[in-house]
Each structure stands twice: as structure tokens, then as C-alpha cells.
């Protein structure tokens, strides 16, 4: 890839600063992150530094800091990008669908693929140390493409109701949770384990893509009546709850 260069380097006092246009601008943020996704896959987090990055880039450190405050802005940035490229997929395996569960189905099974296409993207946001954070620690930059995806999910999932249904806070919350629990438990299993010796991994994945719509099915069967997370059997005698 061509290298960027910067009239406004380390030690060139005096020298006149490059103005870039916006077009340039994303230009440049693109790359530094490129720059910064191949360091981070290639060497690890602990090598990924503003001055590592300037000197890739072949531009001034402060450069740098013109376009991310810190080295967590750097990583929040890549963040951002992976999700809403994921996002973006999961908008489009709708299209084509025929009701709300082969929606949702085509969902979850995008969400596998996307993610066993990206391990090493997986390994970032998923297994480093570094984004470790709860949901009241996000950052304003992450909030609006989190919002977004979850927002899917829980539309999704909401739209999977029975007829003239409408599932309360506490039933989404816990679709989500229980999606959640299929889909990382899988993803962590041939992704961030991947000397694992997975007997039938296409088997593996059918089951986890079933078991979303089965959790789905069940929960709402056992709404009638019960509030999500409370017993069935103090409302319907021999219902069951679970996936």
C-alpha cells in the first residue's frame, strides 16, 4: 500500500503543514486503521502504539492524535468498524426471508459466518484484554453502533412473538441473553479455541442455529401467563421453560 506522508513530521520545525480535505482525512483514518488491524493480528496489542502507528504511516506522532485522543480511541475505532460492518451483514440476510423466524434464523446463522470469517477480529473484541469494559463503560464513540445492533436483535426477536403478542422488557432481555449464550459459547469453542478437536463442526453449529429457534419458541410458549425467569408451574402445571 502507498505510504502517507506528512510535511508536519517529528523535529521538521518549521516546515509548512500538509491541509488535507475531508476526502483525504478518511483517507488517512482508513489507513491508520488498516495499519493498526495488521499490527494487532501480526504482533499483538501490546505493540499497537501512536508512535508504532506514525512511524508506519511515515507521518507525526501528534498526526496521530489529531484523529484518536488515545490508543483506547485507536482501538475503539477498530471496534466501531468490525461492528458496523457486522451490522450492515445482518441488515442484509433478511432480504428474501419469508417471516419473522427464517429472519431470525438467517440472523444468527450470518452472525456465526461473519465472525468465523473474521477470527482474528473475533479474537479482538471478544478475548482481549483491552475490552474487557460492562455496558455502563462503553464509550460515547462505541454507543450508537451498539445501540444499533442490539436494537436489531432485540427487534428480531420481539417479531418472533405470537400473534398479538407484545413481549415485555424482561421476556427480550432474556432472548437476548440466551441467544447470547448459544451463539459466543459456540464461537468461543471453534474460534478462540481453535486446537479444539470439535468432533462435527457443521453438526455443531446446525444444533447452536436450532437451539436459538427452540429457546425462542419455548419462551414464548411459556409466557401464557408467566413472567420471563418465573416458574411455570405456579401458573400452568407441567409447562417447561428452557432450551
Not at 34 to 51: C, D, N, W
Not at 164 to 178: N, S, T, V
Request: proline share 5%.
Amino acid at each position: 500500500m502507498k505510504q502517507v506522508r506528512d510535511d508536519d513530521l517529528d523535529g521538521g520545525r518549521g516546515a509548512p503543514r500538509l491541509r488535507r480535505g475531508p476526502t483525504e482525512m478518511a483517507a488517512l483514518k482508513r489507513e491508520m486503521l488498516e495499519r493498526a488491524r495488521r499490527i494487532y493480528r501480526e504482533e499483538g496489542v501490546e505493540a499497537l502504539s501512536m508512535r508504532r502507528l506514525a512511524q508506519e504511516l511515515g507521518i507525526s506522532t501528534m498526526a496521530i492524535y489529531s484523529y484518536f485522543e488515545s490508543k483506547k480511541a485507536l482501538l475503539d475505532g477498530l471496534w466501531i468498524e468490525v461492528f458496523e460492518g457486522l451490522t450492515d451483514e445482518l441488515l442484509d440476510s433478511s432480504k428474501g426471508q419469508r417471516g419473522p423466524r427464517r429472519v431470525l434464523e438467517a440472523h444468527v446463522r450470518c452472525f456465526l459466518d461473519f465472525w468465523e470469517r473474521h477470527p482474528e477480529q473475533f479474537r479482538m473484541i471478544y478475548m482481549s484484554s483491552t475490552q474487557t469494559a460492562s455496558l455502563d463503560e462503553i464509550g460515547q464513540s462505541q454507543l450508537p453502533v451498539y445501540n444499533r445492533l442490539l436494537g436489531l436483535v432485540r427487534e428480531r426477536l420481539a417479531a418472533c412473538a405470537p400473534s398479538g403478542a407484545e413481549p415485555d422488557e424482561q421476556r427480550i432481555r432474556l432472548l437476548c441473553d440466551l441467544m447470547s449464550v448459544r451463539q459466543m459459547g459456540y464461537l468461543m469453542m471453534v474460534v478462540g479455541l481453535p486446537r479444539y478437536p470439535v468432533l462435527d463442526r457443521e453438526l455443531l453449529r446446525e444444533r447452536t442455529v436450532q437451539g436459538v429457534l427452540r429457546d425462542v419458541t419455548e419462551e414464548y410458549e411459556a409466557s401464557r401467563g408467566t413472567p420471563a425467569g418465573g416458574d411455570p408451574a405456579s401458573s400452568a402445571p407441567g409447562a417447561a421453560v428452557g432450551g
